[in-house]
């Protein structure tokens, strides 16, 4: 019996939920120091460093990471790859979570969180770039939330509100797709206003496009990672369609990450030679700038490539890692290494550990908000009563997952 | 090291030198590309 005591220890004390458990524990612990004690108790932010670690990962990676959404979508709906429709819902569901754990943090990192919706509804200030990316990410985590409802109702059984949402998709994406190219572009734009205090290797008129274009391939890369993730931990919830599409989904977004890590690789070169910057490289900061460029650019363009030509997947997915961790590096170090470049080292930011609390707290939500719906939602295959089509490869004979349904 | 006493210089100096590059950025984009695209034909044909 699974009432024993024995056996609830083994299945409530499991490593993960230990750890989880644990994190949870101090995240709410610092939580309550923040909202209590204030900023200046848990972080190490001051007037040189008003940003730091919870604008560079849990706002700048989560919002890069968080482009899988309208990179999929806009694959599927926009340029018409229906091969990739299956991975059109997880990326979503990850976008989603991505966009309102990035709001979540903001709470934590603005003084007055309960003046968020100020700009927009009390006194905006519209000539502002940190207007324009606030305004935006409002409005795409309003679209991404309505994009995803469709599996939350699939789930509940209600179908008319689905099927009018259903039919709006493509309008949806193609808002989507404006407010991304916007507000990812813009997220650079915020460094634009500060040049005497950036590293010139970082600082470039042209940064918008960087972080718009490498968003990009950070999109496709965190498609593939948490597809990878997803096949190990969820197989089970996944219908034949998903697991018939996953490894062209893998190869096509791959091919695609490739060409666009080229292309942001050239253009940082274009950057470095209109600011003329070369002077730069052959400093320690410069070391560290190629570090970026040909570890974190170059290669995996060049490992997609191969993985794409001798159709080594794991090679593949071990790439779209190493991309995941460029785009964080990148984000890092123009938000913080780059920053304040001139500053001595004792003025120099670094987290304090209940920063990286909060942050590791704020991913781990996000993980188990994923992992409760995706085990229970139509997220990775598609709900019997509510099939657009039936896949011609399908056949009667394969398992299909047991359909969740509200209340069981 | 070239010295700029103008804007006028540095933009004629870095722009001359942006040209040259795209020359080679479109060389390499579409070398890039064929070694990516080299085998699709060998795996449509199998």
Redesign the interface.
């Known amino acids: 019996m699974s009432t024993e005591p024995t056996d609830l220890k083994k299945t409530l004390f499991t490593p993960f939920n230990v750890v989880v458990g644990a994190i949870l524990f101090l995240g709410l612990v610092v939580t309550v120091l923040r909202f209590t004690q204030g900023l200046g108790t848990v972080t190490n932010l001051d007037d040189n460093n008003p940003w730091g670690i919870w604008i560079s990962f849990d706002l700048l990676c989560g919002v890069a990471l968080a482009a899988g959404g309208y990179t999929t979508s806009a694959a599927c709906y926009v340029f018409g790859l229906k091969r990739y429709h299956s991975a059109v819902r997880p990326a979503i569901l990850t976008a989603f979570l991505g966009y309102a754990l990035v709001v979540f943090a903001l709470h934590y990192d603005v003084g007055r969180p309960w003046r968020l919706p100020y700009p927009f509804f009390v006194q905006s200030g519209p000539t502002s770039v940190l207007f324009e990316v606030g305004l935006c990410v409002f409005l795409y985590l309003i679209t991404l939330f309505i994009e995803w409802v469709p599996s939350a109702l699939e789930w509940l059984g209600i179908r008319k509100p689905r099927d009018i949402i259903v039919k709006m998709t493509l309008a949806l994406t193609i808002f989507g797709v404006v407010l991304s190219t916007m507000h990812q572009s813009s997220l650079g734009a915020l460094y634009l206003i500060a040049p005497s205090k950036m590293h010139p290797l970082w600082y470039s008129s042209y940064i918008p496009l960087f972080f718009f274009i490498s968003s990009i391939a950070a999109g496709l890369s965190m498609v593939i990672f948490e597809g990878t993730l997803s096949h190990h931990y969820m197989h089970h919830k996944m219908d034949a369609t998903y697991l018939g599409e996953h490894d062209g989904v893998t190869y096509g977004f791959a091919k695609g990450a490739a060409m666009v890590l080229v292309a942001y690789f050239f253009l940082k070169v274009v950057g470095l030679t209109m600011d003329n910057t070369w002077e730069y490289l052959l400093t320690g900061y410069g070391t560290w700038f190629m570090i970026e460029m040909f570890g974190f650019v170059a290669l995996p363009a060049l490992l997609f490539a191969i993985g794409v030509r001798e159709r080594n997947l794991p090679l593949i997915r071990w790439t779209a890692v190493l991309t995941v961790l460029g785009i964080v590096l990148n984000r890092f170090n123009v938000s913080q290494v780059a920053f304040n470049w001139h500053l001595p080292w004792a003025e120099r930011y670094f987290p304090s550990v209940m920063e990286i609390i909060i942050s590791v707290f704020v991913v781990t939500i996000g993980i188990l908000v994923f992992r409760f719906i995706a085990s229970r939602m139509p997220i990775f295959y598609e709900h019997p009563d509510f099939k657009e089509h039936e896949p011609l490869e399908l056949h009667e004979h394969e398992p299909k997952p047991h359909p969740q349904t509200w209340g069981h | ?2 010295e700029f006493y103008t804007l006028y210089d ?1 933009q004629l ?3 001359g ?2 040209y040259y ?2 020359g080679a ?1 479109i060389l ?2 579409l070398g ?2 064929l ?5 699709d034909e060998d ?1 449509e044909i199998k």
């Open positions: 090291m070239n540095f100096f870095t722009k030198a942006v590059l795209m950025v390499g984009t890039f590309w070694f990516i695209t080299g085998r795996k």
